[in-house]
């Protein structure tokens, strides 16, 4: 079983994946954009192995987005990259609108771990966004998301929100290696 720690970011015309893979210590990244379309890279990616993922969250946003980018892959496998990563900021848009979004654990394609849920910072006693734990945990580098979620993102801009992506997926593996 391979251990993925992720973090998706979902732009108004780009969407990323960052995953460290913890079992073989390596990085992923994958872009969804009008330069650049890893569609096809990521959905092998996602089936590459057996895996089980962590994020942050991820239960009641990144994963519904992961979900519905598997159960249309074969309707999005052939648009651009722009128009996919359109369809996947709507469904980011409409999740961030509805009360409830998480996908039942039978309906899953591939397992998840919330270290949100785990550490009940879903609770309203305990609401915890993963720039308060990275503050808390004294991380050296505290970033905020350097292009807002609905500006128009230019390929030039692309690696600042990777290396933004990057770095909550670090926070999230921290936050995992301490609740381990």
């Known amino acids: 079983m391979v ?97 409830y979004t998480v996908v039942a654990n039978k309906n899953k394609f591939i397992p998840q771990i919330d270290l949100y849920k785990i550490h009940h910072f879903d609770g309203m006693a305990k609401t915890s966004s993963l720039k308060d734990l990275e503050f808390n945990m004294r991380m050296i580098k505290l970033e905020e998301m350097p292009i807002d979620h609905s500006q128009y993102v230019f390929e030039k801009d692309i690696d600042l929100v990777l290396s933004y992506n990057k770095n909550d997926v670090e926070a999230t593996c921290q936050l995992l290696d301490y609740t381990l």
């Open 3 to 99: 251990s993925e720690v992720y973090d998706l970011e979902v732009l108004s015309n780009l969407f990323t994946y960052t995953g460290y893979c913890r079992t073989s210590k390596t990085w992923h990244q994958f872009v969804i954009h009008y330069s650049r379309n890893d569609i096809d890279l990521l959905y092998n990616h996602l089936f590459r192995d057996k895996m089980i993922m962590t994020g942050y969250n991820n239960e009641s946003f990144d994963y519904p987005i992961l979900h519905h980018l598997i159960n249309h892959y074969n309707e999005y496998k052939d648009l651009d990259g722009e128009e996919v990563a359109r369809k996947l900021y709507s469904k980011a848009q409409s999740i961030i609108e509805e009360a």
